[in-house]
């Protein structure tokens, strides 16, 4: 039985990107240089933090690197090796994307909308995004063009300000955060129109991948976040308004920063595994056996 992390490296090393020997035995050697810092961050942010040098919430952790910093073949190593999480946010509409890597905490960030500036940013979540979360109206305005149909949109408006007032939006929510949910309320059409017209939309856009997709998206009143979950059928499971400073779902948990430093030391592993028995850095006719080789164990289990 192949084990999951086992699975996951078979992926990566498909996607691989072709290279030379020799250069791609340098681009494993920069991953693993690179693998190393960020396990060592990580282990140095939840030291500070069980010895009261950092706050508690994580907050301080923010380390980027340039992707001018590698060389080109090692982030084109680095991006097949790290892949991508189950997290996605757009920032001003396409301005700067982020998503989430298989380690807990690492994020590739993007600016621009050709992808003119990339860096690798450990981190709860990106500063950028708080940034632009920050953002909005104080509180929630009147509702915009009410007329007869319109029920129940002014109290969900009043009961959000509320919220607002007596909601804490000086930390990131640990699990969950106050909402207003719109999916099992007797809403009309008119409603969610009122709703939407009034709430509008922000800079920050997130979408969550797994067994549902999840959308949350800022809105112009800052702390106040639309949040909608739909099955793969396309039905609409949930839909509400969430008041926090950021949805919980989005930022990585402080819990999980040991098991980033863990995931980095094992890809680390790995890597010199492969470079020692020469599946890396090998003459191309016994790396392409190995190659071949890996996949096939993988399909198998």
């Not at 002014?154 to 207003?180: F, Y």
């Not at 549902?212 to 396309?234: E, F, K, L």
Request: some cysteine.
């Amino acid at each position: 039985m192949t084990d999951t992390l086992t699975l996951d490296h078979a992926r990566r090393w498909v996607a691989m990107p072709k290279m030379a020997p020799e250069v791609e035995k340098r681009a494993a050697l920069g991953a693993i240089a690179f693998l190393r810092d960020v396990a060592e961050r990580l282990e140095g942010a939840l030291a500070d933090i069980a010895a009261g040098r950092a706050p508690a919430d994580g907050s301080e952790l923010h380390a980027v690197w340039d992707f001018s910093a590698f060389a080109p073949e090692t982030i084109d190593f680095l991006i097949a090796l790290l892949g991508e999480g189950e997290v996605r946010i757009t920032l001003c509409r396409g301005e700067a994307k982020t998503a989430d890597t298989v380690v807990p905490g690492l994020w590739r960030v993007q600016t621009g909308r050709d992808g003119e500036s990339n860096s690798f940013v450990l981190a709860r979540i990106p500063r950028a995004v708080e940034h632009f979360a920050e953002q909005g109206l104080e509180r929630v305005p009147r509702l915009v063009n009410p007329d007869r149909d319109v029920f129940a949109a002014t109290a969900i408006l009043a009961e959000l300000n509320e919220l607002l007032e007596s909601t804490d939006l000086t930390t990131i929510p640990a699990s969950t955060a106050p909402m207003v949910e719109l999916s099992r309320q007797p809403l009309t059409p008119s409603d969610l129109t009122a709703l939407y017209s009034t709430l509008g939309t922000g800079e920050v856009e997130a979408a969550l991948l797994g067994f549902a997709r999840s959308t949350i998206t800022s809105t112009t009143v800052r702390n106040v976040w639309h949040s909608r979950i739909v099955n793969n059928a396309g039905k609409n499971l949930l839909e509400a308004y969430v008041v926090a400073k950021l949805p919980p779902e989005l930022p990585v948990a402080v819990e999980e920063f040991a098991d980033g430093a863990a995931r980095c030391r094992e890809l680390v592993e790995w890597l010199e595994a492969d470079i020692e028995r020469g599946a890396i850095g090998e003459a191309v006719g016994g790396k392409a056996n190995e190659k071949e080789k890996l996949p096939r164990e993988a399909a198998q289990a």
